[in-house]
């Protein structure tokens, strides 16, 4: 069973930057696609970014296009969001999982990283 654990949350003020981190468990990590969601209070989860098993194609929400970037290292099982130019509006609980295009692959899902930005 894959584990996932997230990390690199925060408090920042808007216009301000975080780096996510999700470390995964499993052989199969480096043929996998990878992606990033989130889930703001009284919201559902929404797709926020993925990745494909190379790296070499990204994909984003309109939301977050041109300020987030989504990476992967095969070599450490670990997949990154890099945020720049945050918003009020991505202040949520932020998760990875395995990704078949937005949407989550896994039904188990890691402990998330929470994501606040004052405005």
């Known amino acids: 069973q894959v584990q996932l654990v997230e990390s690199g949350g925060g408090l920042v003020q808007a216009g301000g930057s975080l780096r996510l981190s999700c470390a995964a468990s499993?052989?199969?990590?480096?043929?996998?696609?990878m992606g990033w969601f989130r889930q703001a209070p009284g919201k559902e989860r929404e797709f926020v970014a993925s990745i494909s098993w190379s790296g070499s194609g990204t994909y984003y929400a309109d939301s977050v296009k041109g300020r987030f970037t989504i990476s992967r290292d095969n070599a450490k099982n670990t997949v990154y969001l890099q945020m720049n130019s945050l918003k009020p509006e991505d202040t949520a609980v932020y998760y990875c999982?395995?990704?078949?295009?937005?949407?989550?692959?896994?039904?188990?899902w890691g402990q998330g990283t929470q994501v606040t930005v004052s405005s």
């Open positions: 499993g052989r199969t990590f480096s043929s996998t696609v």
């Open positions: 999982n395995a990704a078949a295009g937005t949407t989550p692959l896994y039904n188990s």
